[in-house]
């Protein structure tokens, strides 16, 4: 049984930083790829950044430089440390994985409950 928990998001002023984490258990953590995912009101879920399984990252054009992804295999645990919020990262995010090298679409079949970010 896949599980997928978020932590770490909260309300933060313009300019500061938040880290979310995403710690799985149930399968084999090194064969999936992992991603955060974020959904704001009145929009659709978009990719934010993700890690494959080789552990290159890929970013959304919107967070490049602001924000770097991150995992802890010994703790099996996935990172986003977000730095220079802007009130338009405001969203729920959610933490995503699935067994494919990469995890750049949000056809995913494993997603945590999400955690909101609230910037203002």
């Known amino acids: 049984h896949v599980q997928l928990v978020e932590s770490g998001g909260g309300l933060v002023q313009p300019g500061g930083s938040l880290r979310l984490s995403c710690t799985a258990s149930?399968?084999?953590?090194?064969?999936?790829?992992m991603g955060w995912f974020r959904q704001g009101p009145g929009n659709e879920r978009e990719g934010v950044a993700s890690?494959?399984?080789?552990?290159?990252?890929t970013y959304a054009d919107s967070v490049k430089g602001r924000f770097v992804i991150s995992k802890d295999s010994a703790k099996n645990t996935l990172y986003l440390q977000m730095s220079s919020l802007k009130p338009e990262d405001t969203a729920k995010y959610y933490c995503?994985?699935?067994?494919?090298?990469?995890?750049?679409?949000?056809?995913?079949?494993?997603w945590g409950q999400g955690t909101q970010v609230t910037v203002s």
């Open positions: 995503a994985a699935d067994f494919l090298q990469y995890c750049t679409t949000t056809r995913l079949g494993y």
């Open positions: 149930g399968y084999r953590y090194a064969s999936y790829c």
């Open positions: 890690i494959s399984t080789d552990g290159i990252p």
